[in-house]
């Protein structure tokens, strides 16, 4: 019984991160990365039919099983993550309307992004 609620609380809650990375998709300050790794992350421990689903899918599976099994982040990933998200920040801490608070957490929340990002492994180890 106990078992059958995680699933399904996992379960919701993958939903819920496939939603909201879907917005982020279209929403530039809402992070789409990591709202899919929590969804592949709960699905894998809710349904493996919605796991297999998400990591087959053309465009995101690739990019998902990356972390999962390496932990990379591809170059091109990285550059577009980053070219999207200096401008939209750079933008928000030029606008005189922007209050001060708004403008210092933009920047820490995108510089610390932006370290996290550039600092994980771009291809996978090979074995020797």
Known sequence: MIQQTKRTIYFVFGWIFLGLGMIGI??????????????AFCFSRSSEKW??????Q???????LDWQLHGVIRPRAK?????????????????????????????????????????RPSKKKENI
């Not at 530039?28 to 929590?38: A, D, E, I, M």
């Not at 796991?51 to 087959?56: A, E, G």
């Not at 053309?58 to 998902?64: N, V």
């Open 79 to 119: 550059i577009l993550a980053t070219s999207l998200m200096v401008p939209l920040v750079t933008l928000s801490l030029i606008k005189p309307t922007v209050p001060l608070y708004a403008k210092v957490s933009a920047g820490i929340i995108c510089t610390c992004v932006l370290v996290f990002i550039w600092t």
């Open 58 to 64: 053309p465009h995101l599976g690739p990019f998902i």
């Open 26 to 39: 279209f929403l530039p300050l809402l992070p789409t990365t990591p709202f899919l790794l929590l969804t």
């Open 51 to 56: 796991h297999r689903w998400l990591i087959n």
